[in-house]
């Protein structure tokens, strides 16, 4: 099975830069999406295809993916952004494999 | 605007077969790849699995001993039938459209509450 590890938590200062990393094998050589999930809510995808944001989704969410880490990048950070976020990893071999989730804590 | 609705019993006895359906509405089945994730409390989430729209299915390999995923074109729904539960298997269900392949879920449904317990 293919695996994606998160780090548990993010605190980060309303204004500053947020960065939640997702590790796997070899994981630049997959797509990776990323979804925001608040309590109680549905996830919403956030990224997808490694930095193209979905429409209505403002330009402070941006990704990257290179070697065995994605990076999912919350600039000027705001209160609403606080939620969990999980990467996801896409490959013909590893379909719809969720990494362990991250929260992010806006102090 | 399209939208999906899960529906199903909210309680599964132990060795029974929990059985959803996913209604899309503003919009077809056509064209898609269509997907079942779930959540157990307090964990994060897992894809069971998805199928294209017209009916080529792929299973998450710890789950796919018990799942069958289907497809109703002329009702415009999708299921989902895991076998034999145990209260492992309780969790929030949600549905999702794939936006593509490798673009992610772009269309959740708002998730239910399925328990599993005698």
């Known amino acids: 099975s293919y695996d994606l590890t998160q780090s548990p938590s993010v605190s980060v200062s309303p204004g500053q830069t947020a960065s939640i990393t997702c590790s796997g094998d070899?994981?630049?050589?997959?797509?990776t999406s990323w979804y925001q999930q608040k309590p109680g809510q549905s996830p919403v995808l956030v990224i997808y295809q490694d930095n193209k944001r979905p429409s209505g989704i403002p330009e402070r969410f941006s990704g990257s993916n290179s070697g065995n880490t994605a990076t999912l990048t919350i600039s000027g950070t705001q209160a609403m952004d606080e939620a969990d976020y999980y990467c996801?990893?896409?490959?013909?071999?590893?379909?719809?494999?969720f990494g362990t989730g991250t929260k992010v804590t806006v102090l | 605007q399209v939208q999906l609705q899960e529906s199903g019993p909210g309680l599964v006895k132990p060795s029974e077969t929990l059985s959803l359906t996913c209604t899309v509405s503003?919009?077809?089945?056509?064209?898609?790849?269509w997907s079942w994730i779930r959540q157990p409390p307090g964990k994060g989430l897992e894809c069971i699995g998805y199928?294209?729209?017209?009916?080529?299915?792929n299973y998450n390999p710890s789950l796919k001993s018990r799942v069958t995923i289907s497809v109703d074109m002329s009702k415009n729904q999708f299921s989902l039938k895991v076998t034999s539960v145990t209260a492992a298997d309780t969790a929030v269900y949600y549905c999702a459209r794939v936006k593509g392949v490798a673009e992610g879920m772009d269309v959740w449904g708002q998730g239910t509450t399925v328990t599993v317990s005698s």
């Open positions: 199928i294209y729209y017209s009916g080529s299915t």
């Open positions: 503003g919009g077809s089945i056509n064209n898609y790849y």
């Open positions: 996801q990893a896409w490959d013909s071999s590893t379909p719809f494999v």
């Open positions: 070899k994981l630049g050589d997959k797509y």
